[in-house]
């Protein structure tokens, strides 16, 4: 069956710019997670989705981030008026429910010029 | 808050020898879940092994073993047998059942031929 899907796997934008990063998870699952990732270090939580409860956003840096989950199912996470420091690696990963795995996408490479 | 703490930045093993990955942790609950993820070039997260802090039989995995000890919070990585293909960023994660998930800031293991 199929993983988790992001889009677009690269991206390249101005500073200033907003950018949208898509996450198609796994069918099924209920949980759906953004991290962050800089180059080198680890991943940073950055927003969680469980079912229809409202999100974890604990770990968003700014108000510049924000993400939706639209159907249980699509996720979007939006960076408005891009930063350098924005670029990293952001991850999705999904999982069947709370004790579970979870299961990551390929991630999207943003570079902020 | 929770922490994950790998102390090793970089590890090297001659292929067919045995590396252990340490990986510590601090947190004040009594029950959580640990893993280990690989991330090879591909940036593709996978899941190696994973831990539920309840059970005291340490965890295997073919060539993948654990070392836990809820005492002292430490959970490391035993890979035996190393072959090229184990190559690649390491990271320990530490999960609650609020679903709080952290992870360590990662650990490169290089494969010797």
């Known amino acids: 069956g199929a993983g988790v899907s992001q889009s677009p796997s690269n991206k390249v934008t101005e500073k200033g710019k907003d950018v949208e990063l898509r996450c198609d998870p796994i069918?099924?699952?209920?949980?759906l997670y953004w991290y962050r990732q800089s180059l080198g270090q680890g991943l940073e939580f950055l927003i969680y989705f469980q079912g229809n409860s409202a999100p974890d956003k604990s770990g968003l840096p700014s108000d510049r981030f924000s993400a939706e989950r639209t159907g249980g199912s699509v996720s979007t996470l939006t960076i408005q008026r891009t930063q350098q420091e924005d670029s990293a690696v952001y991850l999705c990963?999904?999982?069947?429910?709370?004790?579970?795995?979870?299961?990551f996408g390929p991630g999207t490479r943003l570079t902020v010029l | 808050a929770q922490t994950v703490t790998q102390s090793q930045p970089e590890m090297s093993v001659q292929e067919a020898e045995t590396v252990t990955l340490s990986c510590t942790y601090d947190?004040?609950?009594?029950?959580?879940?640990l893993f280990w993820y690989k991330q090879p070039p591909s940036r593709q997260m996978i899941l190696v092994i994973r831990q539920e802090a309840y059970k005291q039989q340490n965890a295997t995995e073919n060539r993948f073993s654990v070392n836990f000890q809820k005492a002292a919070k430490s959970f490391s990585l035993k890979i035996s047998d190393s072959q090229l293909g184990d190559a690649a960023m390491y990271f320990c994660a530490y999960r609650n059942n609020n679903n709080d998930m952290r992870f360590g800031a990662g650990t490169r293991l290089t494969v010797k031929p």
């Open positions: 990963a999904s999982s069947p429910g709370r004790t579970n795995e979870q299961f």
């Open positions: 069918s099924g699952h209920t949980a």
């Open positions: 947190t004040s609950e009594s029950d959580y879940y």
